[in-house]
Structure formats: structure tokens, C-alpha cells
């Protein structure tokens, strides 16, 4: 390291395309107090940038008072540009903050006075605030922010296994990375560089003594764009390779040497915080994953080989951030060789009515003899079902499910062995529960409002008058006219904002075939269906958010929604008016499609008591052993949609010369869309749609010339339906004067596919749709890679489009527009193949989808057994 004068503290920051960020980090550089600018120093490294960053640098540099250098070099990495800045500190402490995030006004001050009052110190730890890009606010809501709880404090890592693994966020003594030659390994990339360097320098150290300054607040940068280095990582195959046999593994042999035996607890931890990460990401849906095939298979075992150098305890006394009960038992049994089964047995649900209660073994390798008794006699389930912990492409965990008959002293027996009755699993419990169990009678488990209280104090005092005005519909509800017009309602919404889903199809059913049911069906008044529905059904339509609307939900026996998002099956209106309790209403998911992938992260934490489905394969998808999904036999029925019987009849009332149109219907994209508005859930198209894959290869698609030439030779229309997410760009769209925007509004949108001579779409259950009354289909998939790997709700499930399809796969725009050349060459119907296909899919094709929802809704409130 070279050195013309010394500093107190040095900042290398490794630059790389944010220029628009740097802004904001000079100025919360320049805008320290308590602490002469002179005494900091600021090495920048531009990293081969290919924005304005070096520019914004050089200028910075020539007029601060701050003494900073700047350095360029081509791209090479995070690490490397740390390396070279390493090079020039001259600061009697280093520090490595990132150029997109920032420092509060007293940081400086506050851990050069803490080191000072503690000379033993080897490092300085200080915690991250979350900074939203897009709101520009500061909350204390890191999961790392427990270890800085209380006061700032001394802490000897060796015995209290407390751990701190961030470089950007800590302070080194520049002396000691002299003496121990410690460089970070540009090897390890995208991430966890940080993690392998600080324990190397600790392990280094001659002790372990870390101060915790949580008074000095770090900003990091939660980008909205999802640009930053560990929101790209989860697509890279490096994440799951490299990191893991370069960084990982390496942390936990070097802690390991240091004390000739075991890893140290606090070097375990940062390697359990670094994983933890892994099964977060791996559980969320919508969220593109590297770790598939072959990338999955050697992530896996590399997995197995980091869990021989981590301690049985150290992952069960676990609790630095969230990690499932189901997390804990992999990391713990699920990457052993040898089998194992939990001494538990966990009463997961009841249900009163149904007189069933539903009881959870666990285990991997083969399963154990299990066996159910009541008072000493065998208990046959009247539902069950194996279910399987799917990560990374590998099962690594497996339950058995049982719904069992209510009986008094109920025993499981689990290889000949009494289980332990319990109502969760071991462990410290969950930071938040991996799924709602929807208890009837049982309290479920809230986020405490007083732990909210300093960060979001109006969210607060609203939660609290969301309480009063609980109290008073509950009085409300009790009253003689509330009741004789609410009394068992069965409450059915389609999309918050829409309608024309399985749900009004239901409620015209219910209309006119049961006037013995309450039905009401709840809208935005602001939607374009509200007028329609309204002339139709009068005041059965309610507003969403109404006093009407919570009078309802409040005397709701049965919710019954097309969809399951939260503002639809847990308003937040309501869930703070009931303060904590469960709502007593059973809810029903009617689906708006039929579902080919594996949506299980998606829809496992939903409370649903039936869920609705179509054909047999979806049906064993859903609640068959083997697969991923938490529902059994008891919810998932296999009905048929609502819709179906609608689109039948509108069907048969066409002729050949009807069906004229060219359906341009392709599905949204998770990563296409903002974030979800937190009340209606709502999201925004991004601003750069047009500049997006999806939006040039459909464009290209509907601009295509010989595309239109088929259209007139055969005397066929082009319209252009974008799924109800992004009906918001339409208007935006340059679409040529023959291709016709299409709506879902004004509830025609199954006549639309009644009509279709060719159905083109990519992933939609809308082929569905076409298929069920034999209109031919084209599947565009120009992204198929990374949908597979989980770039939109879901990962690759039972349904592969080549095998199950109802019509051509098409990789290109060229190609799509030949096979609707081909499909209108044969007159609008679809080939023998696909005719077949069709036939062995839709086995209840009879009319009656309607007849069989509203018998699988009333039996939820009748003894099952």
C-alpha cells in the first residue's frame, strides 16, 4: 500500500455505473459532521464504467475539500477495484462503503469516537438502514439490525458467537491488512466476497474483539429497478457455484485451521446468514433462479460438503434472521446421508365443522412406518397426502400429511416410536410463519405493533383506529337488520378492479339457480365492469372498501375470489378491524386458469379451504403425493372453472363464419411490472417497457408484415389482448392500424375466444380457455429459459408444452407467424394431434362447472367423516 499522509478514515469505494447515485453519496460524505473533512479520505476506483461515473468523480475531486483520489481501470470486478483502492488507503482505518448507498451525517464521528474509547478494537461493525429508492425514506428494517439492539458495545466474537460479515458496512485497521497481506479474492463473484474477507481478517487478528456502533447508521440502497449486484446474482450460475466452492466452503476450512478443530460459532454464522439467503430467494415466486439441471445438482453438492463443517447446534440455536422450520431440518438432517424423522408430530390445523384436524410428520430418506390411533384403536386419515420440500431442484425434505377424524387421544406412532404431540416444529420459532394455517378458534400469529411504533408511527395510530372501528361493526353485525340481510353471505369477487372471471360466472349462477344463497359480489366502483354489474344485480354489487362492504365481511360465511391476492383474501381494511383474529369466513379459490407449473411458492402460504380445479393432471399436480404443494384431497377439487360452462354455450351459439380472429393473448412477466401498491395491490408497468425482450418480440409478432397478408388472404381479423397486468400500456403501444387493442372490459372477453381462428399466446392458461372448445392454439415462447427457471410466478411443473400442448411451440417471431399460416391453411381447427390431446385434458366438458363449485362450497361446512 502506498502512503503520502495519513487519515483517520479511509473510504475505497469500487464504482461501477451509478452515476446517478453518486450524487447523493458525496453529499452524505461532505456532509459529515463532528469530524474534519480533511482527516477522511475517499479512494474511488471506476471499474470500467460505462456511465458518466468517472466523469462525476474527476469533477468531485477537483473541488472537494476531502482528500480523494481517483482511480480507473478496466471492469474487472467488484473485488479487484477494492484491491487497487486497497493500494492507496492511507487512512489509519479502511472502510468499503458501496457508491450507491450512504452514510448519516454523524457516522464518521460516531465510530471514530467509539474506537477511540476503545483502543483494543480490531474491527468496527455499525448496521444497515434500508434506504427505498423509490419512496426515499430510511427505516430500520434490515434483518441484521437485532445484533445492534441496545447499546453501542465491545463483543468478543469467540464467545458469544455474534457475527458481522460486510465490508462496505465495517471498519479494518489499515495496519492489519498491512501485516496479514489480506487482499479480497476476485475469484468470488457475484457476492460473498465480503463475507470471506472480513472473517479472514478476523481469523487473523489476535483477537475478535468487534464493536457493534449500532448509533452509526449505514443507507443502503434498496434499488426499485432491481439493479444491484445481489438483486442480478439469483440468475447467475456463479451465485451457486463459484460463491459457494470459492467462498463458503474456503470461510469455514480457514475457521476450521485457526482452531485446529471445528469452525468458530461466529464464522458458521456468516456462512448460515449467507445461506439463509439462498432458501429465501429459492422460496419466493416470481423470482428467476440460476439453480436448475446441472447449476442445481453441483450447488446441492456443494451444499452437502459446507453442512460437514457446520455444528447440529449452531444451526439449531440459529435465529439472526428468518429461517423456517422446514429450512432448519434441511440444513440440519436434509443434507446428511443418514435417514431421519422428526420426534414430532405437529397439529398444524383444525377444523370444527368438518370435524378434522391435520397432523404433520417429517423425515428424509425412506419413509417411516406411520400409523394413527384414538385411545389405543387405528385412526384411518380421511385425507392424505407425501408432500415434498423441493430446493434447487433437489427434494431434500419430505412430510406426510394427514387429515384425521377428530377423536379424543389421538396418538401418532412414527417407526414404532410415539411422536410428541405439538403445535410447531423445532426450533426457535419463525421470524414470521412459512404459511397461514387459517385456525379456526386459534390465534395467528401478527407482527407486534409496538415494534413498528419508532419507524411508522401513522401506520400505528391507523391500526388502532382500524380496531375501534372493529368493535363497533362487530356491534353492528349483531344487530337484527345486519343480520336478516347479511346473515351466511357468500361474498365473490373476480380482480380487485374487474370482473368477467369464474367468480360472476358463479354468482349468475347462484342468481339464478340458488336465490337460497346470500351471494353479493364485491367491485372497485371505479372499475369499468361496476355500471354493468350494477344494471344487472342492483345493490347485490357492493363497493370494495365500503361500510356496505365491511357490514359484509364481516357477517361473511363464505369468500369466494377468482384470485388470492392479500387485498382480496386478507384485506388489510379488515384483518387490522379484527385485531389479530381470524377471520371465520371459509375461503374458496376459484382460480382464474388452469395452473401448468409449480406455483407452490406462490400459493402455499395462502389459507385456502377449497381450491377449485380442471383436469386430472392439474388436479394430481396439486394434491398428489410427491409434490410440492401443501393442499390435499380435503381442498383441491376437481370441479371444473366456472367460466367453462359460459365459454360452452357462447361457443355452440357460433358459426364457422364467426370465427374470424387472430387472438393475440400473451401472458405479463413478474419482472416487467413495479412493486405491488400496498393497499389495493396494484403494480405499475415499467417505464422501460418498450425497451424490454417481451415488448419487441410481441411487437414484432403483431408488426409483422407477412402476418398481416395471412390475415387478408384468409379473411381473418388481428387483435391484440395483453393479460389484465398489462392492459395499462395499451394505449401506448404503436400497434399498425389492422391489429385492434382488445379489453377485457365490458365483459367479452369469452366471446372473444369463442371466436378465435388461432389462440397465439406463450405461457397463459388462456390456451386453456381456447382449448376447451377446440380452437387451435400457437405457444410463442422467446424466453423459455428463463421462464423454466422460475422468471415469472412459477418454476417448470407437470405440464410441458411439446408433450401436453395444444398446439405448436415457437421460439421466433418468424415462426410463430408461420405456424398461423399454417393453422388458417387448414381452416381454423386444430390438427388430429392436438384434437386428442384435447379430448383426454377436458373430461367434464358437460356444463355443469357451476353445479359442482357450489356443492364442493357447501360441503366446507358439513362433517367430512
Known amino acids: 500500500m502506498t502512503r503520502h499522509r495519513t487519515y483517520d478514515i479511509c473510504v475505497v469505494t469500487a464504482v461501477h455505473d451509478v452515476a446517478r447515485y453518486l450524487p447523493d453519496f458525496i453529499a452524505s460524505l461532505e456532509g459529515q459532521r463532528d469530524v474534519p473533512l480533511d482527516r477522511i479520505q475517499v479512494v474511488a476506483v471506476d471499474d470500467g464504467s460505462n456511465d458518466d461515473s468517472l466523469a462525476v468523480l474527476e469533477r468531485w475531486a477537483a473541488r472537494t475539500t476531502l482528500g480523494v483520489t481517483v482511480l480507473s481501470k478496466p471492469n474487472g470486478g467488484q473485488a479487484s477495484a477494492r484491491n487497487l483502492g486497497l493500494e492507496h488507503a492511507a487512512g489509519e482505518w479502511v472502510t468499503f462503503t458501496d457508491p450507491d448507498d450512504t452514510l448519516a451525517p454523524d457516522w464518521c464521528a460516531r465510530v471514530l469516537s467509539f474506537a477511540r474509547a476503545h483502543p483494543g478494537l480490531e474491527l468496527v461493525a455499525t448496521p444497515y438502514w434500508i434506504l427505498d429508492d423509490a419512496t426515499g425514506r430510511v427505516t430500520n428494517t434490515h434483518p441484521t439490525r437485532r445484533r445492534f439492539a441496545g447499546p453501542d458495545r465491545v463483543e468478543d466474537l469467540d464467545g458469544t458467537g455474534t457475527f458481522f460479515g460486510s465490508a462496505n458496512a465495517g471498519l479494518f485497521r489499515r495496519d492489519r491488512l498491512v501485516e496479514q497481506g489480506l487482499r479480497f479474492d476476485e475469484r468470488i463473484r457475484p457476492n460473498f466476497e465480503d463475507g470471506h474477507f472480513t472473517a479472514l481478517y478476523l481469523l487473523g487478528c489476535p483477537t475478535r474483539r468487534v464493536g457493534f456502533v449500532g448509533s452509526a447508521h449505514y443507507r443502503y440502497r434498496r434499488r426499485s429497478d432491481g439493479t444491484s449486484t445481489l438483486q442480478q446474482s439469483l440468475v447467475q450460475p456463479a451465485r451457486y457455484t463459484t460463491v459457494p466452492r470459492l467462498g463458503l466452503l474456503p470461510t469455514l476450512e480457514a475457521g476450521a485451521a485457526a482452531t485446529g478443530g471445528r469452525p468458530p460459532a461466529w464464522v458458521q454464522n456468516i456462512v448460515l446468514y449467507e445461506l439463509s439467503w439462498y432458501f429465501t430467494f429459492e422460496s419466493q415466486d416470481g423470482r428467476p433462479s440460476a439453480a436448475v439441471g446441472e447449476v442445481g445438482e453441483e450447488f446441492v453438492g456443494l451444499l452437502r460438503q459446507i453442512r460437514t463443517l457446520l455444528d447440529d447446534d449452531v444451526i439449531a440455536r440459529w435465529d439472526a434472521r428468518e429461517l423456517w422450520p422446514q429450512w432448519r431440518q434441511i440444513l440440519r438432517h436434509g443434507l446428511l446421508d443418514e435417514p431421519w424423522h422428526s420426534p414430532r408430530a405437529v397439529v398444524e390445523q383444525t377444523d370444527d365443522e368438518q370435524r378434522l384436524v391435520k397432523v404433520v410428520t417429517r423425515f428424509t430418506g425412506p419413509e ?44 401418532v406412532r412414527v417407526a414404532g416410536v410415539e411422536a410428541e404431540p405439538a403445535h410447531a416444529w423445532e426450533g426457535p420459532p419463525p421470524r414470521r410463519p412459512a404459511r397461514p394455517r387459517g385456525l379456526r378458534g386459534a390465534a395467528r400469529r401478527v407482527g407486534s405493533v409496538a415494534g413498528t411504533l419508532h419507524a411508522e408511527p401513522r401506520r400505528v395510530l391507523g391500526a388502532a383506529r382500524a380496531r375501534v372501528r372493529g368493535a363497533v361493526l362487530t356491534r353492528l353485525v349483531r344487530t337484527a337488520p345486519v343480520r336478516a340481510r347479511y346473515a351466511d353471505a357468500w361474498v365473490l369477487m373476480d380482480r380487485l378492479r374487474n370482473a368477467d372471471d369464474n367468480a360472476e360466472r358463479l354468482f349468475e349462477y347462484l342468481r339464478e339457480h340458488r336465490p337460497d344463497v346470500n351471494a353479493w359480489f364485491v367491485l372497485d366502483p371505479g372499475s369499468h365492469d361496476w355500471a354493468r354489474m350494477r344494471a344487472t344485480h342492483g345493490e347485490r354489487v357492493v363497493a370494495y372498501g365500503s361500510r356496505q362492504w ?42 382464474h386458469g388452469v395452473i401448468k407449473d409449480d406455483v407452490s411458492a406462490w400459493l402455499n402460504p395462502k389459507a385456502m379451504d377449497l381450491f377449485v380445479t380442471s383436469t386430472q393432471p392439474e388436479q394430481d399436480s396439486i394434491a398428489g403425493d410427491r409434490t410440492p404443494y401443501v393442499f390435499t384431497t380435503r381442498e383441491a377439487r376437481l370441479t371444473g372453472l366456472p367460466r367453462f360452462d359460459r365459454l360452452r354455450a357462447i361457443a355452440a351459439s357460433l358459426t364457422p363464419a364467426d370465427r374470424d380472429l387472430v387472438l393475440v393473448a400473451p401472458t405479463w412477466r413478474s419482472g416487467l411490472m413495479g412493486p405491488f401498491a400496498p393497499i389495493t395491490g396494484d403494480r405499475k408497468v415499467r417505464a422501460d417497457f418498450l425497451d424490454t425482450e417481451y415488448a419487441k418480440a410481441w411487437l414484432g409478432v403483431l408488426r409483422s408484415p407477412e402476418l398481416e397478408a395471412v390475415a387478408r388472404e384468409h379473411g381473418l381479423r388481428i387483435g391484440f389482448l395483453p393479460h389484465p397486468q398489462l392492459q395499462q400500456i395499451l394505449p401506448t403501444l404503436d400497434l399498425p392500424s389492422h391489429v385492434e387493442p382488445l379489453t377485457f372490459a365490458g365483459g367479452g372477453a369469452q366471446r372473444l375466444f369463442a371466436s378465435a381462428a388461432a389462440l397465439v399466446t406463450d405461457y397463459s392458461s388462456m390456451a386453456f380457455n381456447a382449448a376447451y372448445v377446440d380452437r387451435p392454439v400457437v405457444y410463442f415462447q422467446f424466453d423459455r429459459d428463463l421462464v423454466r427457471a422460475g422468471g415469472h410466478l412459477g418454476r417448470a411443473g407437470y405440464f410441458d408444452y411439446e408433450r401436453d400442448g395444444f398446439g405448436p411451440v415457437t421460439l421466433t417471431a418468424d415462426q410463430t407467424v408461420a405456424a398461423v399460416a399454417e393453422i388458417a391453411a387448414r381452416g381454423c381447427t386444430p390438427s388430429e394431434e392436438y384434437l386428442k390431446r384435447i379430448e383426454e385434458t377436458f373430461v367434464l366438458r358437460d356444463g355443469r362447472c357451476c353445479e359442482r363449485v357450489t356443492a364442493a362450497i357447501e360441503a366446507l361446512t358439513r362433517p367430512a367423516c
Do not use: N
Open 550 to 591: 365491511q357490514l359484509l365481511m364481516f357477517s361473511c360465511r363464505h369468500l369466494i375470489s377468482s384470485h388470492v391476492d392479500v387485498p382480496i383474501h386478507r384485506p388489510r381494511k379488515i384483518m387490522w378491524a379484527l385485531g389479530g383474529r381470524e377471520p371465520q369466513w371459509r375461503f374458496t379459490f376459484l382460480q
Open 368 to 411: 417411516p412406518q406411520t400409523s394413527y390411533l384414538a385411545g389405543g384403536a387405528p385412526l384411518t386419515p380421511v385425507h392424505t397426502k407425501l408432500r415434498t420440500h423441493v430446493y434447487f431442484g433437489a427434494t431434500l425434505l419430505r412430510e406426510r400429511i394427514a387429515w384425521l377424524p377428530q377423536r379424543a387421544g389421538i396418538t
